[in-house]
């Protein structure tokens, strides 16, 4: 019997494409059949009857409670309310196969299971900042302030307690819950990187195999096309690089709803020939994409911990970034990069131009070493006593 179920409203291969996605392959890797999975399908997989199902190689135990259609935009009803009803709706069979121990990283999740009588459950916040002052629906900003005490209440069933967060933001999250959520109680831990995958390799050879100009400063950054990744402080800071550098060329490597608004946006400022959206790529393509970069750029407005950064880290890259959560523990301003704190389009684009003189790759290579996924169950089982490593017999948090 499998040790702990892993629900997570993705299909555990492609979609829908984002960081928690990249985590729960990651866990899979980690820690293979010890993990059920739950979450949704995109394929001809049943819906409510667990089957086995080979994720990246590993044979698990899979329960799909809802087939979903692939889409880019926003759909009528969000993802984050059906997956809600579909986990209700599937409660039953997901308690069948006799797992009492659950890991997850999604408030909908939470809110659906929690009083399911869990021996242990561990919840893993992306992010510690309120996703509803920053909607994908502008209409659920309204939301805010009740998803959050509902948020806090659920939280007080959860055994373990990890946040993909550095020190600052636990302490301002903590200080939020006037003291329904202490600061102690959070343990952070951020996200992963498959170094197998993610590491330095020759950056002209990348440029030819993308199809990326060589002998040009390239600047890249990684994630949902998406109005919470600040790109509209993106595009301005690079239409004033360009006046300077006019040979530069971004890319946005990713998709989202908003990829119509920014492609308006670059061919508005004359940039349509210099800034490129990739669309979705697999991870040896977005790893291609970082190599093939000089610097990689990150405009968010607020962040888990990214997961992104920690990918252009373990590529040795230098980074320019907003001071989203990991910043801090990831970028040492003047060696590896610079941390822009101000949504300032002029200062951004000077810490860009000023990053492409940096010699940043042992910098940022030593800075990714932490996030190895080949230390992810080790870390995990640690302080969760379910997946604690079947060697170890030392006690754990719970």
């Not at 301005?236 to 300077?244: D, G, K, M």
Request: glycine share 6%; net charge neutral.
């Amino acid at each position: 019997m499998p040790d702990a179920l892993l629900i997570e409203p993705c299909n555990f291969e492609d979609y829908p494409v984002g960081g928690q996605l990249s985590f729960a392959r990651q866990m899979i890797r980690a820690f293979g059949p010890r993990l059920a999975l739950v979450g949704i399908s995109t394929d001809e997989t049943p819906v409510g009857r667990w089957v086995k199902r080979v994720f990246d190689g590993r044979i698990c135990d899979f329960l799909s409670v809802g087939r979903w259609q692939k889409s880019v935009g926003r759909p009528i009803v969000p993802r984050r309310i059906r997956a809600y009803l579909d986990l209700q709706k599937h409660r039953r069979q997901i308690l069948s196969i006799g797992v009492r121990a659950a890991y997850m990283r999604a408030p909908e999740v939470l809110f659906a299971s929690r009083r399911w009588g869990w021996d242990s459950l561990c919840f893993h916040c992306a992010g510690l900042e309120n996703t509803l002052h920053m909607p994908r629906y502008r209409w659920a900003e309204w939301l805010a302030g009740p998803f959050e005490s509902c948020f806090l209440s659920a939280l007080q069933s959860v055994d373990l307690l990890l946040a993909a967060a550095d020190k600052i933001a636990i302490q301002e999250f903590a200080a939020r819950t006037d003291g329904r959520i202490s600061e102690g109680r959070i343990i952070p831990f951020p996200t992963r990187v498959d170094t197998d995958i993610f590491h330095p390799s020759d950056q002209a050879e990348a440029r030819k195999t993308l199809g990326v100009p060589e002998d040009v400063p390239v600047f890249v950054t990684v994630g949902r096309v998406n109005w919470r990744k600040g790109w509209d402080l993106l595009i301005e800071s690079f239409q004033r690089l360009s006046t300077s550098i006019s040979a530069a060329h971004l890319y946005f490597v990713g998709d989202g709803e908003d990829r119509p608004a920014v492609e308006s946006r670059l061919r508005a400022s004359g940039l349509a020939g210099r800034a490129h959206i990739t669309g979705y790529l697999d991870t040896p393509r977005i790893a291609a994409y970082l190599n093939a970069a000089n610097v990689f750029v990150l405009t968010s407005h607020f962040e888990g911990w990214p997961t992104a950064m920690v990918e252009a880290l373990a590529t040795g890259k230098a980074i320019v970034s907003t001071p989203v959560s990991a910043a801090a523990d990831s970028i040492d301003p003047g060696r590896n990069g610079y941390i822009v704190r101000e949504r300032d389009p002029q200062q951004f684009c000077d810490a860009m131009i000023e990053a492409l003189s940096l010699d940043a790759c042992a910098h940022s290579l030593s800075k990714s070493r932490p996030y190895a996924l080949n230390r992810l169950a080790e870390d995990l089982g640690r302080l969760w006593a379910p997946l604690r490593s079947q060697n170890d017999p030392s006690d754990s948090v719970c």
